[in-house]
């Protein structure tokens, strides 16, 4: 079955240290995986998606991840965060060999960013 | 201009009544999408729509009945509200099933439905 695990469901940072949000996920077929952002009150948002090619994706604000295959993990990072990076962090990953985007999400990590 | 709108935003409602969440969207995508998110912030789907056809229904109770008027809309009815389909739910689109699953979805700012 497929899976996906969010490691921290909770991250404290100071503003302009750099962060790294976990993800592992679980298939045996190729992936495509997904971060998504919630900020509060707010729907979701795409922040950065990985289908083929470079295993380093760049996201919008400032965000990367890299696709690692052997330790199937998707993990996020910024190097100097903000106050305003204070959201829900999702990541996904859609049900494989459907042509269809049936979304599976991890538990979700709140990134707290203090001044 | 609001891509993925949602009325209401929140709704508050007695245990046994019946409930109707509206979503629209202006992207011009022929997917949609309802989400149910938790008390823990854990999201599910629940039904997908492309082009009016149900292709997604996920095991929700059928006291859930999603309608799609069109391609741009899809409503969310829920008989008998129970206390545990307190939660937020939310409506997504993405651009078309061709693209599948490698497609972004656009997600509205969600219904905060709470059932006393």
């Known amino acids: 079955a497929q899976s996906v695990t969010q490691l921290d469901s909770q991250v404290p940072v100071f503003e302009e240290a750099p962060v790294e949000l976990r993800c592992n996920y679980s298939?045996?077929?190729?992936?495509?995986l997904f971060w998504y952002v919630q900020y509060p009150n707010q729907g979701l948002q795409l922040l950065l998606k990985?289908?083929?090619?470079?295993?380093l994706v760049k996201g919008i604000n400032g965000f990367e991840a890299e696709f690692n295959k052997s330790q199937t993990s998707f993990h996020l990072r910024k190097p100097s965060v903000h106050i305003s990076d204070t959201a829900e962090y999702f990541c996904?990953?859609?049900?494989?060999?459907?042509?269809?985007?049936?979304?599976?999400f991890g538990q979700g990590t709140i990134l707290t960013v203090h001044p | 201009d609001t891509a993925v709108s949602q009325t209401p935003k929140y709704l508050v409602t007695q245990m046994g009544n019946d409930k109707s969440i509206k979503c629209e969207q202006n992207?011009?995508?022929?997917?949609m999408y309802w989400y149910k998110q938790d008390s823990k912030k854990f999201l599910k789907i629940m039904f997908s729509?492309?082009?009016?056809?149900?292709?997604i229904n996920e095991t929700v109770p059928n006291r859930f009945s999603p309608k799609s008027p069109d391609k741009a809309h899809l409503n969310l009815h829920i008989n008998s509200l129970e206390l545990g389909d307190s939660a937020v739910y939310f409506c997504?689109?993405?651009?078309?099933?061709?693209?599948?699953?490698?497609?972004?979805?656009?997600f509205g700012p969600g219904t905060r439905l709470l059932v006393l």
């Open positions: 992207l011009g995508h022929d997917t």
């Open positions: 990985y289908l083929s090619g470079s295993t």
């Open positions: 298939s045996s077929v190729s992936v495509y």
């Open positions: 729509y492309n082009n009016k056809e149900l292709i």
């Open positions: 997504a689109s993405s651009p078309r099933l061709a693209g599948g699953a490698q497609e972004t979805q656009y």
């Open positions: 996904a990953f859609p049900l494989v060999g459907t042509s269809y985007g049936k979304l599976t």
